[in-house]
Antibody, heavy 121, light 110 residues
Framework: EVQLVESGGGSVEPGGSLRLSCAAS????????MSWVRQAPGKGLEWVGR??????????DNAAVLEGRFTISRDDSRNTLYLQMNSLKIEDTAVYYC????????????WGQGTTVTVSS | QSALTQPPSASGSPGQSVAISCTGT?????????VSWYQQQPGKAPKLMIY???KRPSGVPDRFSGSKSGNTASLTVSGLQAEDEAYYYC??????????FGGGTKVTVL
């Protein structure tokens, strides 16, 4: 059974940092292309970025709007995806989901249940 | 402003059909056949209902169907049921690398 379990969310002040994790199981994480998607309270879905598998070059694509504040990485030995978030802003408050891209070009996928990040002073 | 445009709401009575549009551009929806539709219930993660314009993942009822014409994709829910009441989001990609979503449509079963 495919499982994606996000963790690391919580409350942080503006300007702070947080690292989210997504523990994956039930599929070959080493070969997986993984993405982060977020959803602000009462708002729609927003793509954060994607990291390809190492054997596909490990390329990382990020949403331009994040201005380089967020960094996606992976540890294939731990079957874990990460999202390092720096210089956090109030508007980064959201539920953050990780998802496994089962097929290229954002077709078939599987989502975690999300972890909540609250940026507030 | 969302990259893809969806109507904010749609509704229908039980047993009826409802169609939701998703309008993009020649760079995303119109460029290829990678359009997906998600259903999201309150407090839950999005659930994939349609991928590659019209394909249904295993377990999704055939009441859900997708199509595309030019830069506009559509999701049709036939034989509406109470459990279909949810938000629906479309998505597509730009150049195979950038993922874009619609703003979401709230479907109400009257």
């Amino acid at each position: 059974e495919v499982q994606l379990v996000e963790s690391g969310g919580g409350s942080v002040e503006p300007g702070g940092s947080l690292r989210l994790s997504c523990a994956a199981s039930g599929f070959s994480f080493t070969d997986a292309w993984m993405s982060w998607v977020r959803q602000a309270p009462g708002k729609g879905l927003e793509w954060v970025g994607r990291i390809k598998s190492k054997n596909s070059g490990g390329t990382i694509d990020n949403a331009a709007v994040l201005e380089g504040r967020f960094t996606i990485s992976r540890d294939d030995s731990r079957n874990t995806l990460y999202l390092q978030m720096n210089s956090l802003k109030i508007e980064d408050t959201a539920v953050y989901y990780c998802k496994w891209e089962k097929s290229p070009y954002y077709a078939l996928d599987a989502w975690g249940q999300g972890t909540t990040v609250t940026v507030s002073s | 402003q969302s990259a893809l445009t969806q109507p904010p709401s749609a509704s229908g009575s039980p047993g009826q059909s409802v169609a939701i549009s998703c309008t993009g551009t020649s760079a995303d929806v119109g460029a290829h056949d990678y359009v997906s539709w998600y259903q999201q219930q309150p407090g839950k993660a999005p659930k994939l209902m349609i991928y590659e314009v019209s394909k249904r993942p295993s377990g999704v009822p055939d009441r859900f169907s997708g199509s595309k014409s030019g830069n506009t994709a559509s999701l049709t829910v036939s034989g509406l049921q109470a459990e279909d009441e949810a938000y629906y989001y479309c998505s597509s990609n730009i150049g195979g690398n950038i993922l874009v979503f619609g703003g979401g449509t709230k479907v109400t079963v009257l």
